[in-house]
């Protein structure tokens, strides 16, 4: 008899488990589908003020300085010269030794290795060149 209830009992609650974990019904799926994670991104009607991004606007002039430092590198054929240059603050840089586009190419002609410069140089994002050199 014992065997008979526990078996009853672990059947009931089987069922009642397995009830739990089954599929919900089709018209649950609607509900459902509206409070999950992909539709609530997917409703973005929230961000309808975020069109005008105009006070936003980064800022797309290019930073000027003068560097001091001495050329270690021309590459004529690029059109590059590489600088171990000083400190720039107008352009928020350290010391570094790097490479410049020339601009204009015939910057390349005017410089040797080893030579101590005092250059113009511009900074848009990423981009920099040497715009004069002395």
């Known amino acids: 008899m014992k065997t008979k209830l526990f078996t009853t009992a672990g059947m009931a609650l089987f069922i009642a488990v397995l009830a739990a974990c089954s599929p919900k019904p089709a018209a649950d799926a609607a ?3 509206a409070e999950s994670p992909v539709a609530a991104m ?6 309808a003020g975020m069109s005008d991004m105009s ?3 980064m800022d797309t002039a290019a ?11 021309v590459d004529k054929a690029t059109s ?20 410049f586009k020339a601009n204009p190419a015939s ?4 410089v040797k290795v080893g030579e101590k410069v ?6 848009k994002g990423s981009d920099a060149e040497v715009t004069s050199i002395q």
């Open 31 to 33: 509900s459902a589908s």
């Open 42 to 47: 997917s409703d973005m009607s929230g961000m």
């Open 55 to 57: 006070g936003m606007a």
């Open 63 to 73: 930073k000027t300085g003068t560097g001091v430092g001495t050329v270690t590198a």
């Open 80 to 99: 590059t010269i590489t600088i171990q240059h000083e400190a720039i603050p107008a352009v928020s840089w350290p010391a570094m030794t790097m490479a």
């Open 107 to 110: 910057l390349v002609d005017k």
């Open 118 to 123: 005092t250059f113009g140089v511009s900074v």
